[in-house]
């Protein structure tokens, strides 16, 4: 247990539809990243906070935006999902964002039918 | 970021040495290495990380050249449960905020 909670474990949806996940990071941690793992694009990192503000940004599409909250939970949000969102969509966290080792949640299998 | 290079696939049997290459011909000065290790559906879990020379912890072992364009992660005595996905990344120390790019990894099926 990696000390990373995400939220929902499982989510399915229809095209055009939005969803929202959760993710929770280490007590302590202040960073916070988002990855989509998909069989086709394999481990893609999406974007990252640090302490509330963004910080970097990966392959990320318009239709996604993410947040970082006081309590320093992220939430990921997705929309107007087409199919090809299908994917397991990850959340880790570090104490900073140097070095620092990330910790990985247990992800979010997002299914667009 | 520079760009690394595994053999997409390994097998092995349970209780060998297995060690793994990356090459990363482009590393830059302020760049590091680290490794990560991922089961079916799970997150990616950290394994090592080294700059130079040769880091070792409880999992494993991590051989850097001292020209730094390739790297040996290696699993002493393998049993059947590190049957998994390991990646190879190279970071930038310097940019204040990592950004991990995963390559294609390598599958390691580890055998009765």
């Known amino acids: 247990d990696s000390g990373v909670t995400q939220t929902p474990k499982h989510l399915i949806t229809a095209t055009g539809q939005r969803v929202t996940l959760r993710c929770s990071p280490r007590s302590g941690d202040l960073s916070v990243y988002w990855y989509q793992q998909s069989l086709d694009q394999g481990l893609q990192f999406l974007i990252q906070?640090?302490?509330?503000?963004?910080?970097a940004k990966g392959n990320i599409l318009e239709r996604f935006s993410a947040q970082q909250f006081p309590d320093l939970h992220s939430e990921l949000n997705l929309s107007s999902l087409e199919l090809g969102d299908s994917a397991l969509y990850f959340c880790?966290?570090?104490?900073?964002?140097?070095?620092?080792?990330?910790?990985f949640g247990p992800g979010t299998r997002l299914t667009v039918l | 970021l520079a760009k690394t290079t595994q053999p997409i696939s390994m097998d092995s049997y349970e209780g060998q040495e297995v060690n793994i290459t990356c090459s990363h011909n482009?590393?830059?000065?302020?760049?590091?290495i680290t490794w990560y290790q991922q089961f079916p559906s799970q997150g990616p879990r950290f394994i090592i990380q080294?700059?130079?020379t040769k880091v070792t912890n409880e999992v494993a072992s991590l051989f850097i050249p001292a020209d730094r364009k390739s790297s040996t992660l290696s699993l002493p005595r393998v049993s059947l449960s590190d049957t998994a996905v390991y990646y190879c990344?190279?970071?930038?120390?310097?940019?204040?905020?990592?950004?991990?790019?995963f390559g294609t990894g390598t599958r390691l099926l580890v055998s009765p």
């Open positions: 880790a966290s570090s104490v900073g964002g140097r070095t620092d080792t990330q910790y």
């Open positions: 080294g700059y130079k």
């Open positions: 906070y640090y302490n509330g503000e963004e910080r």
């Open positions: 990344l190279v970071g930038d120390m310097n940019t204040g905020f990592q950004k991990l790019v």
């Open positions: 482009n590393i830059a000065t302020n760049d590091y």
